[in-house]
């Protein structure tokens, strides 16, 4: 397993912009497919973004699609989650997860065996 640290959530009115990270330990990171899940109050931990370990396969959510984009650095050990024209029902607790070598990156969280503790990202309307 990895251990992963995110951070970047906060506060932020409806149509700004967010962009969080999520650091890896490990010296294995690049061959790590990562993805990004959230869980707003009183719902489950939905899909947002998953990324190949090349970066070559990407995949979103479609509430998410045309605004936010997730990105790797493997040579920071570094997954970004770049989230723009934020909505209110984007507000939730933003999770980074890992899994090890797959070809395709997973949408189900029960895929992924390490994750973050979270950052919360609340969007005013």
């Known amino acids: 397993q990895v251990q992963l640290v995110e951070s970047g959530g906060g506060l932020v009115q409806a149509g700004g912009s967010l962009r969080l990270s999520c650091a890896a330990s490990?010296?294995?990171?690049?061959?790590?497919?990562m993805g990004w899940f959230r869980q707003a109050p009183g719902k489950e931990r939905e899909f947002v973004s998953a990324?190949?370990?090349?970066?070559?396969?990407?995949y979103y959510a479609d509430p998410v699609k045309g605004r936010f984009t997730i990105s790797r650095d493997n040579a920071k050990n570094t997954v970004y989650l770049q989230m723009n024209s934020l909505k209110p029902e984007d507000t939730a607790v933003y999770f980074c997860?890992?899994?090890?070598?797959?070809?395709?990156?997973?949408?189900?969280?029960?895929?992924?065996?390490?994750w973050g503790q979270g950052t919360q990202v609340t969007v005013s309307s």
């Open positions: 997860a890992a899994t090890g070598p797959k070809w395709v990156p997973p949408r189900r969280s029960g895929e992924y065996d390490s």
């Open positions: 490990g010296r294995t990171f690049s061959r790590y497919v």
């Open positions: 990324v190949s370990w090349s970066s070559g396969i990407i």
